[in-house]
């Protein structure tokens, strides 16, 4: 390593002119804690990309080589997203001798495992910080400040734009589409907004955590995972008229027979909870652990500032271990094959909880007492109901809304299979989970 740190970035889009302004904003404060400025050298950019970072252009190449493989470049940052292409080129950079930081929450959703081992084999660090909560020191707490404990559970809002839609469409009465453009303008939603809102990024994210606090192989496809597209305006409204709110969860509970609960959806919390004060964009992680008990991080999980402040820290933590000629310091200890697991995955149907309903249905009568008598068939006991009757004449739709005592998953969803072929029903039921928050 020369006097300075000299940093490749491969991409650079939104993320990674955050990169190059904090490196740039802050250089007096990372060299005094380096010990060494940090440079950033070269910059790839795909020929197609729309990028124009401010950078003279003598910095910028079209050939990834002249990053990951080029003699001063110590250090390779990948900030393209995408699965393929990225994970070549971080192998490729690792091979070549490069510490490598990413943000890239899909790459290592499915092969975090397999990189890490090659990390592990090229005696490099990989680190990932940014690639769950943005700017949340989330990463660092599981591998370093838990490394003494036991993760029991991980309850977390791990999709900023999500989060927003539903924050905003809550507090301002705002509709889906509006609020989604409301988060893509301040430049946190994904390039493919599919992934934010149909639960995929979160997935992505709690698939990394998972892999980090239970030290299990999994794939993002082994998460039950539903999006927020299903809720509408109505039920964030009724939702309110029994003091709960819709958030978009995360969750990894370890069960005692060794299986783990996985799960991403939206869910009714109660308006007195802490989940429920996580607003617009923010972030939240709450751990359950054996010896500490809870744990909570929240902050900006989302955006160009706090995600390039979580880059540039593992730039930083990279940094010094190659000075100290430490690099491995903090191993990568889920990740080691002598220490993971398969991941055994809880029965879907097996899930005890309260749950929000929604029938639309016409307004006549028996119709209810059909609905009440499948409940009751299928041991889902009613808490709570109202039906709003609006003075429609002889058949109008009403939506009946009910909240049940805790019952089985597999309960709930046999009755409402059956309950949506009634004939008096006019549309599938609507039903979200209800949890602590
Ligand atoms: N699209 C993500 C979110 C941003 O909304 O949280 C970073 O992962």
């Known amino acids: 390593m020369s006097t300075e740190l000299r940093v490749g970035l491969l991409g650079c889009g939104v993320v990674g002119q955050g990169v190059l302004r904090l490196s740039q904003d802050n250089a007096r404060a990372i060299e005094a804690r380096l010990g060494r400025p940090v440079r950033i ?54 091979r070549a001798g490069k510490p490598v930081v990413t943000a890239n929450k899909a790459l290592l959703a499915e092969r975090a495992h397999e990189l890490i081992a090659l990390a592990n084999q090229c005696g490099l660090d990989l680190y990932f910080e940014a690639a769950v909560g943005g700017g949340i020191p989330v990463i660092r707490t599981l591998r370093e400040s838990l490394a003494s404990d036991g993760v029991t559970a991980i309850r977390a809002i791990l999709n900023g734009t999500s989060n927003y839609i539903l924050s905003q469409m809550s507090r301002r009465g705002l509709g889906f589409a509006e609020a989604l453009k409301g988060a893509q303008e301040a430049g946190f939603a994904e390039a493919d907004p599919t992934l934010d809102v149909g639960g995929g990024d979160a997935a992505h994210k709690l698939a990394i955590l998972t892999t980090l606090a239970f030290g299990v192989r999994l794939k993002t496809a082994q998460i039950i995972t ?43 919390v109660p308006e007195s909870s802490i989940m429920a004060h996580v607003t617009d964009a923010l972030n939240t992680v709450h751990i359950a652990a054996e010896a500490l008990g809870p744990c909570i991080l929240t902050g900006r999980g989302a955006g160009a500032g706090p995600t ?97 005592h805790a019952a089985r998953e597999a309960a709930v969803e046999q009755a409402l299979s059956r309950i949506d072929q009634l004939p008096h029903v006019r549309a599938p039921a609507r039903r979200f989970r209800i949890e602590e928050g």
Do not use: C, W
């Not at 109505?234 to 978009?248: E, H, L, M, T």
């Open 226 to 268: 539903e999006g927020i597209t299903n809720v509408d305006a109505i039920d964030i409204q009724f939702a309110k008229r029994f003091g709960y709110v819709f958030k978009p969860l995360a969750i990894a509970e370890a069960f005692e027979d060794g299986s783990l609960g996985l799960r991403v959806h939206p869910a009714l």
């Open 41 to 94: 050298q070269r910059v790839y950019l795909r020929p197609t990309s729309k990028a124009r970072p401010h950078l003279p252009a003598a910095l910028i190449s079209d050939d990834p080589r002249h990053v990951y493989a080029a003699d001063d470049i110590d250090i390779v940052v990948e900030l393209m997203g995408g699965i393929e292409t990225a994970g070549q080129l971080i192998e490729a950079a690792l």
């Open 308 to 404: 390039a402040v979580s880059v540039v820290s593992d730039v930083i933590d990279i940094g010094r271990n190659l000075l100290a000629k430490t690099a491995g310091r903090v191993p990568q200890r889920a990740f080691r094959e002598e220490v993971m697991s398969d991941v055994r995955i809880r029965d879907r149907g097996a899930r005890q909880g309260e749950f929000y309903m929604r029938f639309t249905v016409e307004d006549r009568p028996g119709v209810l007492a059909e609905i009440a008598g499948i409940l009751g068939q299928e041991s889902v006991s009613i808490a709570h109901l109202v039906q709003d009757a609006p003075d429609q004449g002889a058949n109008a739709a009403v939506e009946v809304v009910l909240l049940t």
